[in-house]
């Protein structure tokens, strides 16, 4: 069984305006689109690909901050 639970959302006025466009070519309903938007956003969530590192790790690099991600793009 689904249990509803009513919200307040600020959204964009061209964002709301594409989703109502949307809503009306499908003959669907707002609520229905919006939805369908937040199930795709949240399913896509941690299926990004995981960093593996490879080799050995260089003395005096720390595994957080903005050191690693420059060695990662080659920036010393």
Do not use: C, W
Not at 2 to 30: C, H, P, V, W
Request: charge should be positive.
């Amino acid at each position: 069984m689904f249990y509803f639970m009513r919200t307040t959302l600020d959204i964009n006025d061209e964002l709301l305006r594409a989703a109502r466009g949307e809503a009306a070519k499908a003959q669907t309903s707002l609520r229905s689109v919006v939805e369908r938007a937040r199930r795709t956003y949240l399913g896509r969530r941690g299926k990004t690909p995981e960093y593996r590192l490879r080799g050995r790790l260089q003395p005096g690099v720390r595994l957080d901050g903005q050191a690693l991600f420059g060695l990662m793009d080659g920036h010393s």
